[in-house]
């Protein structure tokens, strides 16, 4: 569908778009998996798509409104089957739409004026309220329950006695967005399930979601949207390295908990800590400390067959500092490594490609640090090129949706592959695996556990544990300094958690996995 065709594709003033958004995004989808329901969200998709993408692009349009309409739409793909590779390709459907409306603004062929016009249209059909239109300013949601003011007003913001809420920053669209979706469902399956115990004092968690598209220009309006609207308490498993840089000092003038971000970059690891910032999963330099002695000292690789390979920002520049970091420990010169290099969300390798070509020293072995799609195609690009190539990817590049981008491709495509992760094997009979996949499969019937997943799960019960240590008389510092005495809390990882003032990362343990033929993951030794 082409974006500059702008009336027949985004008009929503014929009765079968105003129908079809109607049913489909006011949630009204049957659970049970159908080929019409699949068939419906994805020529959905084509409409609302274009709509969100030319939005997010009008500055002129509110953040919120935006938002409102892209958690709708999820909720109908999440509706529409119960098949997570059909949900999938669902949410590829809506991102390249999503990608064709952003282009056509930017592009100069749609104008705003249409747009703002389009999405009121879509707004109606779903039933969304847009009082605030006129004057650019979104409506505040109102809580669920009790209500919230704001601090200093003799209450704890996003504190009521029926409710705790925490905000979450994460893309629903572009390169990662597989990865915050997996994280923040694992986030809330914990909370469903502290929520079915009788929640934290009485109060239930509450978890509410805004969009960046992993892009940090568009951070700091989905934050506000989050603190100034929202009211909430807290926030918890932001997803990205780049769009932490921003996401942190907003958090931190504020003085409010920045809890378990998805990343392993120094942006949330100062030393001494800062006092807001809490993390749960060993950083990147731990993580490429991990890989390069796996690949020096089990694989046998000489260190100038080694390259690294990461995007041209802030997530690469961490990856590859790790592994230089962990050459110079191992007494290895750091001068020469090959640094191989793509821009975020984006999937075209050519460059990187034609880098690795040019080599007089064959590589051998390359660690990876970027997201699950540019991994993916760079592996894919390069197979056949190098047939014994190893590749490492830290566990952020999300290891089931990279599983599931490879075993489409072919057997060989998995060969040789290996991600380093921040917790222990989901196929393994751990107790707090086996803890997750019980409460997923209460919570979520029909979705597939993953590492990402079990990770916001673990995360987001270190927080339950400190919330239920601080009593009923919960605020911002009381929590700090509750998460500062956690001491070797056994969660069944065979690993302990712990926490202090000088040391706000919980988890100092790598996992190492490598696919197999089938495409299934299986647990190595790194040393």
């Known amino acids: 569908m082409q974006h500059s065709s702008s009336a027949s594709c985004l008009t929503w003033r014929s009765h079968r778009s105003a129908v079809l958004s109607a049913v489909m995004l006011a949630g009204s989808v049957s659970a049970a998996a159908s080929a019409d329901n699949v068939s419906l969200v994805r020529e959905l998709a084509g409409r609302v798509g274009p709509i969100v993408g030319s939005s997010q692009a009008c500055t002129s349009i509110p953040v919120r409104r935006v938002q409102v309409i892209l958690n709708k739409f999820q909720d109908a793909i999440r509706e529409a089957s119960a098949n997570p590779n059909e949900r999938n390709e669902l949410a590829r459907d809506f991102e390249r739409n999503i990608v064709e409306g952003r282009a056509a603004v930017n592009g100069g062929r749609a104008d705003c004026r249409l747009v703002e016009r389009q999405l009121t249209d879509l707004e109606r059909s779903v039933n969304t309220p847009t009082p605030a239109a006129a004057t650019g300013v979104a409506p505040a949601a109102p809580a669920a329950t009790g209500t919230i003011r704001p601090a200093g007003s003799g209450t704890v913001r996003g504190v009521t006695d029926q409710e705790i809420r925490f905000g979450m920053v994460i893309p629903y669209t572009g390169s990662a967005k597989e990865n915050g979706q997996s994280y923040k469902r694992g986030i809330e399956v914990a909370f469903a399930r502290a929520n079915a115990a009788g929640g934290i004092s009485g109060r239930m968690l509450k978890l509410i979601a805004a969009d960046d598209g992993f892009e940090p220009s568009r951070t700091p309006d989905a934050m506000k949207l989050l603190w100034d609207k929202e009211q909430v308490f807290g926030f918890v498993g932001n997803l990205g390295t780049p769009t932490a840089a921003v996401a942190v000092p907003f958090a931190l003038e504020r003085r409010v908990l920045f809890f378990a971000p998805f990343t392993g970059g120094t942006v949330v690891r100062h030393d001494p800590p800062d006092r807001y910032v809490f993390n749960y999963r060993p950083s990147f330099v731990e993580e490429a400390d991990a890989a390069v002695r796996y690949l020096l000292k089990m694989r046998k690789i000489k260190p100038n067959q080694i390259a690294v390979f990461g995007q041209n920002d802030d997530l690469g520049e961490q990856g590859f500092a790790g592994v230089a970091k962990a050459y110079r420990a191992a007494g290895l010169n750091d001068k020469a490594i090959l640094r191989l290099v793509y821009t975020r969300n984006s999937i075209d390798m050519d460059e990187a490609v034609a880098q690795l070509k040019a080599q007089k020293v064959p590589i051998k072995a390359i660690v990876m640090v970027g997201t699950t799609r540019p991994a993916a195609k760079f592996i894919e690009k390069t197979r056949d090129l190098f047939p ?26 998995t060969e040789n592959v290996i991600v380093t992760q921040a917790v222990p094997a989901v196929s393994g009979y751990s107790s707090t695996v086996l803890e997750f996949k019980a409460a997923l499969a209460e919570s979520s019937p029909g979705e597939v556990p993953d590492y990402i997943s079990l990770e916001g799960f673990i995360a987001a019960n270190l927080l339950i544990d400190a919330l239920k240590r601080c009593g009923p008389q919960l605020d911002t510092e009381r929590l700090v300094e509750t998460l500062e005495s956690t001491r070797k809390l056994d969660m069944g990882l065979g690993a302990s958690l712990s926490l202090s003032r000088g040391d706000h990362q919980a988890l100092h343990k790598v996992w190492g996995t ?14």
């Open 514 to 527: 490598q696919l197999d033929k089938s495409g299934s993951y299986q647990p190595i030794d790194l040393e």
């Open 388 to 413: 014994g190539m190893i590749y490492t990817n830290m566990s952020i590049v999300g290891a089931t949706a990279l599983a599931q981008e490879l075993s489409l491709l072919g057997p060989r495509f």
